[in-house]
T-cell receptor, first 114, second 118 residues
Framework: SQKIEQNSEALNIQEGKTATLTCNYT??????LQWYRQDPGRGPVFLLL?????KEKRKERLKVTFDTTLKQSLFHITASQPADSATYLC?????????????FGRGTQLTVWP | GAVVSQHPSRVICKSGTSVKIECRSL??????MFWYRQFPKQSLMLMAT?????????EQGVEKDKFLINHASLTLSTLTVTSAHPEDSSFYIC??????????????FGPGTRLTVL
């Protein structure tokens, strides 16, 4: 079965810096990859989607890259703010018979301190 | 954006009872809904895929007789945890996909339901 690893359980950075989160996966070839934000006791909120034929996507202060050869996605938050503190989840998107299904990593808890 | 609601947000029940959780898409029609379970500090684990008007597809290791899913309309799916036990205590989250008006692959998640079985 697929295995998804997010670089670390927790990442602490100073306000204004760029946060970089890593998602590595094995035993799977996702059709796309998504990043979500989850706050404590809440459901995930969609941030970005990147397809297998795309290298990079941007949305405001967010940037995601996708390297299907390395089986890795990087998620960047530039000019980070304390309000960005949350758990960030990466999810692999299924193809074929599993189209639409998402398989999540455990998440990285980001803390941005002033 | 698309909104998905869940009810109840929190439920406490005795061991052996059944609990029903509702998932509703409020402003779009969801042909497909998904049910996840999340234990503390763990990832969301996909339990089943629910398609309107047909039987749910369960992931490997998920007991279909214990976790009953009904997707009777394009805006409502229900998950019933039958004969609940303390090990079923978890955070249950649903998501819905609107393949008509938005990116086919985008899912919208509900706020989750915290189930505690005593």
């Amino acid at each position: 079965s697929q295995k998804i690893e997010q670089n670390s359980e927790a990442l602490n950075i100073q306000e204004g810096k760029t946060a970089t989160l890593t998602c590595n996966y094995t035993n799977y070839s996702p059709a796309y990859l998504q990043w979500y934000r989850q706050d404590p006791g809440r459901g995930p909120v969609f941030l970005l989607l990147i397809r297998e034929n795309e290298k990079e996507k941007r949305k405001e202060r967010l940037k995601v890259t996708f390297d299907t050869t390395l089986k890795q996605s990087l998620f960047h938050i530039t000019a980070s703010q304390p309000a960005d503190s949350a758990t960030y989840l990466c999810a692999l998107g299924g193809r074929g018979s599993t189209l639409g299904r998402l398989y999540f990593g455990r998440g990285t808890q980001l803390t941005v301190w002033p | 954006g698309a909104v998905v609601s869940q009810h109840p947000s929190r439920v406490i029940c005795k061991s052996g009872t059944s609990v029903k959780i509702e998932c509703r898409s409020l402003d779009f029609q969801a042909t497909t809904m998904f049910w996840y379970r999340q234990f503390p500090k763990q990832s969301l684990m996909l339990m089943a895929t629910s398609n309107e008007g047909s039987k749910a597809t369960y992931e490997q290791g998920v007991e279909k007789d214990k976790f009953l899913i009904n997707h009777a309309s394009l805006t409502l799916s229900t998950l019933t945890v039958t004969s609940a036990h303390p090990e079923d205590s978890s955070f249950y989250i649903c998501s819905a996909r609107d393949g008509i008006t938005s990116d086919y692959n985008e899912q919208f998640f509900g706020p989750g339901t915290r189930l505690t079985v005593l």
